[in-house]
């Protein structure tokens, strides 16, 4: 069940025999049911709680209730983030939207598991969005989020990444607060410290209030692949102790590429490892936000779409 280029569930069809006629039935009942799922999905407990394996905490309700479609994309880009654990987040959150000149990419962290971290990065989100409907800039948006939680959030901190990505030239524009840096993944390869830059400092005290932070560019050439994650992917450890590591990481992600899966399948994978390296049982938050340029319209197997909020 498809809505726009996300997945959103799976409908189980018995028949004897599955000819194309056939096949062509069932996938039309499977988008009629998509597009009956989602609208009441916003006005209907019954269709939520079906979909819920177990009770979400206060703080997961919170952010989920701000959180755009966890995938969207155009003939020219495609962008699917997963956040786990789904049922107890606590201060990581994610963005993504398209506008008249390509993607915006947003990943926040804030300190804390707590219902005052949910509601910290929730007014961060808020507060991004707020600042780029009215037109404001990647550094307008850093400081409108930083003054907003130096004033209603005063003890907690949080790290994040802004970034915008121009889809007609591939032009990649990014502010980094405290955060891990992105990892640029080309021709099936993590090119090493590409986007490493010195980071800004994270925001929530008015660290930015006598100096603006720096925006960083880098051009990408088509195909490449931006991976943007929180720490908690990571720093995750095993039962032995063990980090989850960037290396690791990044070799889910080309592997699950390499063989063909598109962006959303890619990360699915990448949770089932980081839960199997963890004992299958997340200690903290992780965000993984995974972007695909792909000007030729070949977007790592999903289809174009308009998506978006």
Not at 40 to 58: C, F, G
Not at 68 to 91: F, M, Q
Not at 253 to 265: L, Y
Not at 266 to 280: D, E, K, M, P, Y
């Amino acid at each position: 069940m498809i809505d726009g280029v996300e997945r959103i569930g799976v409908l189980m069809v018995t028949a004897s025999a599955l000819d194309d006629a056939l096949f062509g039935r069932v996938e039309a009942l499977a988008g009629v049911a998509a597009l009956l799922v989602v609208p009441k999905s916003s006005h209907s407990d019954l269709l939520v709680e079906t979909e819920r394996a177990r009770a979400m905490t206060v703080q997961a309700e919170l952010l989920w209730a701000f959180l755009p479609p966890r995938t969207i994309g155009t003939s020219e880009v495609t962008s699917s983030a997963v956040l786990e654990p789904a049922y107890d987040i606590g201060g990581d959150t994610f963005d993504h939207t398209l506008d008249d000149g390509g993607l915006h990419l947003t990943v926040i962290d804030s300190t804390g598991h707590d219902l005052a971290s949910g509601g910290a990065s929730a007014a961060g989100l808020a507060a991004c969005r707020a600042a780029r409907r009215s037109g404001g800039s990647l550094t307008d948006i850093v400081t409108s989020i930083d003054q907003i939680l130096d004033t209603w959030f005063t003890d907690r901190l949080m790290t994040a990444v802004v970034a915008h990505l121009n889809t007609s030239d591939g032009r990649l524009n990014w502010i980094n607060c405290g955060h891990p840096p992105p990892l640029l993944i080309r021709h099936g390869r993590v090119l090493p410290h590409v986007l490493d830059r010195e980071p800004d400092l994270p925001l929530g005290w008015g660290f930015l209030r006598d100096a603006p932070p720096t925006e960083h560019t880098a051009r990408l050439q088509p195909g490449d692949r931006i991976l943007l994650y929180s720490d908690g992917v990571t720093e995750a450890r095993s039962p032995g102790g063990d980090f989850y590591g960037e290396e690791r990481l990044a070799d889910t992600v080309i592997r699950a590429t390499a063989a063909g899966a598109p962006a959303p399948e890619a990360l699915r994978r990448l949770v089932q490892g980081l839960r199997q390296h963890q004992g299958h049982k997340l200690r903290g938050d992780a965000t993984i936000l995974l972007t695909e340029w792909h000007p030729n319209g070949r977007g790592g197997g999903t289809r174009p779409d308009s998506g978006g909020e």
